[in-house]
């Protein structure tokens, strides 16, 4: 996986109520969450926002609530992927869960400036800064992690077992 | 070399002797909970692993609680397909409106989660379980999904760290304040991806009550769970609502931690936590003059009866300020109900307050008592994050049930002992 985007940048600790503020929350259909995404922080993110654009955030990227409302609004928005300094630990499961790749890497993060360009190569951990002309590596996903990413997803990846355990259909 | 509490839970589910924090394990859940938001999400995802059934119908909860009573027809339309799964699927611990509870509050007083147990929950305030000597954890929809099908769900063992609590509390100060303070010293992402274990003379002086608490707002540290070594408090509670046989667990005198803290409690004052986070915490003589529109008491994370009794007897015989819109939320309907009984409800009307039944609306701004851009509230919830209980301009602060009862009666934020 590789994406070609522009930076929107946001601060520490972006927390879910900004990403996909709750009162929406009465539905999870992905055109609705699309439009209110990251609403309270910038109003003008989710109407300018261009298919495979980048959000960078800083620490602690997607804190608060378990809502898998919140990757799946960054991901239907058209955002390509997040790079932050650091996550929250339900936002980073949630997202590569459903197919949102998430890169931690600090510099890049923290150097990234809006409306700079990337260049990132999710499978290798690389970022390029084509703005700046930096270059930077992200933490490489866990083992477990990467079993997940090859399986296809978490749902892929329950399918294929029960299967084997002849608990669901080939078919289905 | 010893093991911590939270390792010895998870090795025992792992089906492993041992195991360290950083290893990946697989691990049998004890129960999986989910609610109107979350939960329509994972039977979606559910569908789509092509599994039949869940695997096993009553170690699963499913509470409608967060826009239940239905807000608008949406919810009602989320709430259906939750409330339509449960019985298609046979789940016995599905709790109707009329009948439930805030998730939280509602799981432990039915006796449904306990000692030594692995819970996972899609609502990120799974971890209050922790405070019964369990490992809960919060997950999203997917992963609760997963655990439906499969009855087991993937953890990476988190480092732990030790917080131990010494002294003893004064007066209306509480486990929030503790769990406050604590956030404000190592910050919102303190305990990213760990586990906090909470100890010391302090803690086991406390109910259980504010040890759920305490517990509850792990999450806002960024930890993975919070936890606290059962003892004669944990197990009164758990053997007036379950004769299960619970695994109990101790950490190791010799268990490895990451960080430990020492906090002595005696002196300690109540907490204000300032917009917009959880970690701007100042001690209430800190506070200045803040004029509050509303005051929330109630939520998973204090709408415990310790919480009711303690918002009741500063509101004895008061009257809530005319600006001020005081609304209280009992975390269950036995909470509710008990309240009743003890008259703390009268105290409350003839206060001028209005006592809703349990809901997570407020909490989240989701329905009943959002705020108007410029309002002020101050809240007993876990979360003041920016346009959480309603419009991107108003202000949230956190703070314990005494706090959040006197700022009602004075019309500012303030303690009891200004009354």
């Known amino acids: 996986m590789a994406f070609r985007g522009t930076v929107w940048k946001f601060g520490d600790n972006v927390d879910t109520d900004v990403i996909i503020p709750a009162r929406y929350l009465n539905s999870s259909d992905p055109a609705h969450l699309a439009r209110h995404c990251m609403e309270d922080a910038d109003p003008g993110f989710a109407p300018r926002v261009k298919p495979g654009d980048i959000v960078v955030g800083g620490k602690n990227f997607g804190c608060g609530s378990s809502r898998e ?16 300094e650091s996550f929250a630990r339900i936002f980073y499961r949630n997202s590569i869960n459903i197919g949102l790749p998430v890169l931690e890497a600090p510099e890049a993060a923290r150097d990234a400036q809006p409306g700079d360009t990337l260049e990132v190569d999710v499978d290798q951990g690389a970022i390029r800064n084509v703005t700046q002309r930096k270059e930077y590596r992200s933490a490489s996903y866990p083992e477990f992690v990467q079993e997940i990413i090859r399986a296809g997803g978490l749902i892929e990846y329950v399918k294929t077992r029960l299967i084997k355990e002849g608990r669901a259909d080939r078919n289905e | 070399m010893g093991m911590t509490i939270t390792e010895k839970i998870l090795a025992v589910h792992a089906e492993r002797d041992s195991v360290k924090p950083g290893e990946l394990v697989s691990v049998k859940v004890d129960m999986v909970l989910g609610n109107d938001i979350t939960a329509p999400v994972a039977i979606d995802q559910f569908r789509k692993t092509g599994a039949k059934e869940v695997f096993d119908p009553d ?19 989320q709430c259906a397909r939750q409330r339509d799964f449960a019985r298609e699927q046979n789940i016995r611990h599905y709790f109707e409106v009329g009948r439930m509870g805030i998730e939280h509050c509602l799981l432990p007083e039915k006796g449904l989660v306990g000692p030594g147990e ?21 997950v999203g929809s997917t992963d609760m999904a997963a655990a439906m099908a499969l009855g087991e769900t993937w953890l990476r063992v988190p480092e732990t760290m030790k917080f131990v609590y010494k002294g003893t509390l004064g007066k209306w100060v509480m486990g929030k304040d503790l769990i406050l303070n604590t956030i404000g010293e190592i910050g919102v992402d303190g305990a990213l991806y760990r586990a906090m274990e909470f100890t010391g003379e302090a803690i086991r002086s406390l109910s259980m009550d504010s040890r759920f608490t305490m517990a ?41 931690y990451t960080a430990v803290f020492e906090f002595d409690v005696t002196g300690m004052e109540p907490q204000v936590a300032f917009p917009h986070s959880p970690e701007n915490t100042r001690p209430i003589s800190g506070v200045g003059t803040i004029r509050i529109d509303q005051a929330v008491i109630g939520s998973c994370t204090n709408g415990r009866m310790e919480d009711i009794r303690i918002a009741a007897e500063v509101m004895r015989g008061r009257r809530v300020h005319p600006h001020v819109r005081c609304l209280i939320f009992p975390g269950t309907q ?33 329905h009943m008592g959002v705020l108007s851009r410029g309002e002020r509230c101050i809240s007993t919830t876990n979360r003041n994050f920016v346009g959480r209980m309603g419009h991107p301009e108003s202000e949230v602060f956190l703070a314990n049930p005494a706090i959040a009862a006197a700022s009602a009666i004075l019309g500012r934020i303030a303690s009891p002992e200004e009354l």
């Open chain 1, 69 to 84: 409302h919140a990757p799946m609004a960054i991901r239907a928005v058209g955002i390509s992927c997040v790079i932050a």
């Open chain 2, 216 to 256: 509850n707002m792990a999450v806002e540290a960024g930890a993975k769970n919070g936890i606290i070594e059962p003892d004669e408090t944990t197990m009164d509670y758990v053997r007036q609502r379950s004769d299960s046989d619970y695994g109990l667990f101790k950490s190791d005198p010799d268990a490895e």
């Open chain 2, 59 to 77: 170690r699963i909860a499913l509470v409608p609680d967060h826009f239940a009573p239905n807000r608008d027809i949406a919810s009602a339309e």
């Open chain 2, 334 to 366: 036995a909470i509710y109900l008990q309240a009743v009984r003890e008259g703390l409800v009268e105290v409350f009307i003839e206060a001028g307050a209005m006592v809703s039944g349990p809901t997570c609306g407020p909490c989240l701004g989701g």
């Open chain 2, 118 to 138: 692995v819970i996972i929950g899609a609502d990120s305030h799974t971890c209050t379980y922790g405070a019964l000597g369990a490992f809960a954890t919060g």
